[in-house]
């Protein structure tokens, strides 16, 4: 019979074992939002993040927002499209990433990220958005109550959304990329070959 002590270490080793596997694995990862990209640094990988992408406002990495990960290094796009890396899964965020990406010929995993109005539509929610920033109005002039409610919306990140959950589930939602894409030996050319969709957890 297993006993809660031997279900942690089980946990652990496990982690390890992961841990060791990653470390000769490079993520091609196009940079979408500072803090968002920052987390993946908890996967383990190595991470080559495309800077310089149209549409930013800033044309390398924000270090304001966020040191750049571990074990990562800012590439543009010519040097990935030309990097003899053969990279474990490349992640994009949407149709223009996985249109510069095309000529790469490895897996690729895409994350969708939404806008509050698109938030609030497939959540279904009856709240006008116009509401929310009113709200958010109110924050930005009472910093006392803005620090109060930040403090507790870390704590419920915190419980919620830990990283150790955010990992497990993006580990497992870039193998099921891979093994997606080898099953149906999809061409790097097609711009009909579908990726798996993630949600955009931690933004």
């Known amino acids: 019979m297993r006993t809660g002590r031997d279900d942690r270490c089980y946990h652990v080793a496990k982690d390890r074992t992961q841990a060791d596997m990653a470390t000769d694995k490079t993520l091609l990862v196009f940079n979408c939002h500072e803090p968002w990209i920052y987390q993946l640094g908890v996967l383990g990988y190595r991470l080559d993040i495309i800077v310089g992408l149209h549409g930013k406002y800033n044309r390398g990495w924000d270090e304001r927002m966020r040191p750049i990960p571990a074990r990562a290094r800012l590439i543009t796009l010519p040097q990935a499209l030309e990097s003899p890396t053969r990279y474990y899964c490349i992640v994009t965020h949407n149709t223009t990433d996985l249109l510069d990406a095309r000529s790469r010929p490895e897996p690729r995993l ?14 279904r929610s009856q709240i006008d958005p116009r509401e929310l920033r ?46 997606k894409w080898y099953t149906r030996k999809a061409s790097p050319a097609s711009l009909g070959a579908e990726p798996l969709r993630a949600g955009a957890a931690g933004r």
């Open 134 to 179: 009113h709200y958010a109005q109110i924050l930005l002039a009472d910093r006392e109550l803005a620090e109060m409610m930040g403090r507790q919306a870390r704590k419920t990140v915190a419980e919620r959304f830990s990283l150790t959950r955010f990992k497990h589930a993006f580990l497992r939602s870039i193998e099921i990329a891979r093994r």
């Open 110 to 123: 895409l994350v969708l990220h939404h806008t509050l109005e698109g938030r609030l539509q497939e959540e």
